[in-house]
């Protein structure tokens, strides 16, 4: 026997992947469906002689529809020049899913699924580059599959974007650790400065030795100007409004980065 096991009651409502245009489905079951049918070949738990389901660390088989065993959100894949600096750079401080705390400067990272982001996720940048040439196979190019294909695929790549879009936000691992993650590395990139802190409740502090007259400007890492009110001796008040995260303070003709915490 070709089939073994228990027979469903019914054939039509059995586990199955389908069609990018099957409107009975929904986008979540069409997308992921194509990805199975399309990626699990090389990246799945079969894989193939390369490995490659460990090499990027993600299974894309859908024979057991169960979401949770197939979590795309914030994995590695090895990225390519250039999608780091599509926009936006920086999660909003809105974006609540991915960015719990509204931090400022709170950087969006291309990984293979960013949640709300398919210009930041690499599993739709790949389906969009095409940069293998027929005869060719390229093992470090940046479409997928590598070869075999010439031509973008825009309705799988509408479908992929439209479920990015929606996937289930949520925050990437150490967002909040403000040592090691981009926060951090922003907030302690320029030990110079020493004496210029933030203290209590939003007060800029300059170094003593700062000259009175001495222009003070503080924005955000995108360029956005944060109005600030002198407190007098050195000391300067920030909105209550502005969010917390890493800025860019000048002082005079110097510049220093300090996180708001």
């Not at 399309?38 to 990027?56: I, W």
């Not at 936006?88 to 705390?101: E, R």
Request: charged share 20%.
């Amino acid at each position: 026997n070709v089939l073994t096991g228990t027979k469903p009651a019914s054939w039509a409502n059995s586990p199955r992947w389908r069609a990018i245009d099957d409107s009975t489905a929904s986008v979540n079951v069409r997308a992921r469906s194509y990805l199975a049918s399309n990626c699990s070949g090389c990246h799945g738990e079969r894989a193939n002689a390369n490995n490659l389901a460990t090499q990027c660390v993600w299974i894309a088989d859908y024979h057991v529809m169960n979401d949770s065993l197939y979590d795309f959100r914030h994995k590695y894949s090895r990225p390519f020049n250039g999608l780091d600096t599509l926009l936006p750079q920086f999660y909003p401080v809105t974006d609540k899913g991915n960015n719990p705390l509204g931090l400022n400067a709170l950087q969006v990272i291309a990984e293979l699924i960013v949640p709300g982001y398919p210009m930041k996720s690499t599993i739709v940048q790949r389906q969009i580059a095409r940069d293998t040439f027929p005869g060719e196979f390229g093992p470090n190019s940046d479409q997928m599959p590598p070869y075999g294909t010439f031509e973008a695929n825009m309705p799988a790549i509408a479908l992929l974007s439209k479920w990015v879009e929606a996937y289930p936000a949520n925050p990437a691992p150490g967002w909040d650790d403000t040592v090691n993650n981009v926060i951090g590395i922003h907030a302690r990139a320029n030990p110079a400065g020493a004496g210029l802190v933030f203290k209590g409740d939003r007060i800029l502090v300059l170094p003593e030795n700062t000259k009175a007259g001495t222009r003070v400007t503080m924005s955000s890492l995108d360029g956005k100007n944060i109005p600030l009110r002198s407190l007098g001796d050195n000391t300067y008040a920030v909105p209550a409004s502005v969010p917390r995260g890493a800025y860019l303070i000048r002082i005079g003709d110097k510049a220093f980065r300090r996180l708001l915490p």
